[in-house]
Every structure is written in C-alpha cells, then in structure tokens.
C-alpha cells in the first residue's frame, strides 16, 4: 500500500506527513541515563569521604546533567511536520515539544535543500542563527526552507522534503480562476 504523503506526481494528498530521525540521539540520552544513574548510585550508596557538602554537589550535579541531557536528547531524536490546507505544523520527540505551528498565509515560499548540517546551525536541536534563521535539525541531510512573509527563514530537516515542498507550494498559489 502505498504512503498518501509520498504521492509524487498528481493531485496533493489532504495532509502531509514526513519525518526525520536521528539514531545518535539514542547513545546521548544513554549517556544521559548514566550520568543520572551514577547520581542515584552515589547518593544511596556512598562511602565519600569528602564531606557532605561534595557528595550532595556531586550527587545534585550528576543527577542535573543526566536530566538535561537524557530530556535534551529525546527532544529531538525526532522531527515530524504535517502540511495541511491551512498551516505546516513541526513536532519534535516523543512528546512532541517544542512545536511551532506556521499558518501557510505566512508563508512567502518553500525550498528544497539537498544538505542541511547540525554543523552549520551550530548542533541538533531547535536553533536560532541572526544570520541564517530558525531551524530544526535532528540530523544532516535534505531539508525544507520556509520564507515567511516577516523576512525570516525557517529551516526543517525532513525526510522526502522535495514532496513537503511541493505540497507547500501547490498550496500557497492562488486558485486558478474557474470558468463563468
């Protein structure tokens, strides 16, 4: 059977759907899970003999880092968008936060990029460069480029986002005058 969001020549599917994922993110959180274990560990069964005050900043600091990364990383391993009639709307991870919902009225024109790099928008994540724009990037490779009417470009790694681009850009022309 074959993925309505995936049509490539014809009418435009109702609703849009594509995604990005990032396999990586999956040895961060683990790191994350570890710095939070080695927290949990020191604090239940700890022979320190420092004193309290560097076992609870150890303990606290441990515990700290693995929330923010484990939590960090699962944020964005990955990235789905959905291109409906009115609005392009980006969930990231599992919970589907952050999330930006753009009404298509807004929307100047869409681009394919055939390389987007988490180097170039300074890592993985939800990003915001003075020069370059606002991006979410969950991993290198094709992507879509939304200019809005405001002068800002938003940026979106996606997988088959020639399609999304397509979808985008039947939608944003005007409708072609019917006969009288």
Known sequence: MRDPSRVENGPHPEVWTGRATNRFQWLLALV????LALGIELAVDSAWSSGVLALVMSVVGCIAAGLLVLF???????????????????????????????????VAGADFVPHVTPRHWGGWGYRWRPEKGTAVVV?????????????????I????????????RARLRPPAPGPA
């Open 72 to 106: 960090g990383t699962l944020a964005f391993v990955h990235v789905a968008l959905k291109v409906d009639k009115e609005s392009l709307e980006v969930r990231c991870g599992h919970i589907g936060l952050p999330r930006r919902r753009i009404p298509l009225a807004h």
């Open 157 to 168: 790694t996606v997988d088959n986002a020639e399609s999304a681009v397509r979808v985008i």
């Open 32 to 35: 994350g899970a570890a710095c």
């Open 139 to 155: 991993r290198r490779g094709e992507g879509v480029v939304l200019r809005l009417w405001d002068g800002h470009t938003f940026t």
